[in-house]
Nanobody, 127 residues
Framework: QVQLVESGGGSVQAGGSLRLSCVASGSTYSTDCMGWFRQAPGKEREGVAFRNRDSSTTYADSVKGRFTISKDNARNTLYLQMNSLKPEDTGTYYC?????????????????????WGQGTQVTVSS
């Protein structure tokens, strides 16, 4: 099992930036894909960005060109750099991990496919 702890959320105005962090501990050797989901009030949890062990990445169309996912392997920390934020980016952001590779063709969209989750961090973007 992998323990995930997110940080870095906050409130910003539209056009601003935030960087989310997710520190992983435990059986991190078993993790192949890590990524970020988000959930807005009254909406389903949706995939945002994912990174495989081989450093390949995939993004939701809505965040391409604005968000960047990366990982510091020495620190076992996953990051999500979010630039040019929009009000529709508002939501709770969750870090997730699983033991098999994420597709680069179809964005992971089933939270049930991920075994390990963080507690979430709130991002609020005002217009």
């Amino acid at each position: 099992q992998v323990q995930l702890v997110e940080s870095g959320g906050g409130s910003v105005q539209a056009g601003g930036s935030l960087r989310l962090s997710c520190v992983a501990s435990g059986s991190t050797y078993s993790t192949d894909c890590m990524g970020w989901f988000r959930q807005a009030p009254g909406k389903e949890r949706e995939g945002v960005a994912f990174r495989n062990r081989d450093s390949s990445t995939t993004y939701a169309d809505s965040v391409k060109g604005r968000f960047t996912i990366s990982k510091d392997n020495a620190r076992n920390t996953l990051y999500l750099q979010m630039n040019s934020l929009k009000p529709e980016d508002t939501g709770t952001y969750y870090c997730a991990a699983r033991g098999w590779r994420c597709s680069l063709v179809r964005l992971p969209d089933r939270p049930g496919d991920f075994a390990d989750w963080g507690q979430g961090t709130q991002v609020t973007v005002s217009s």
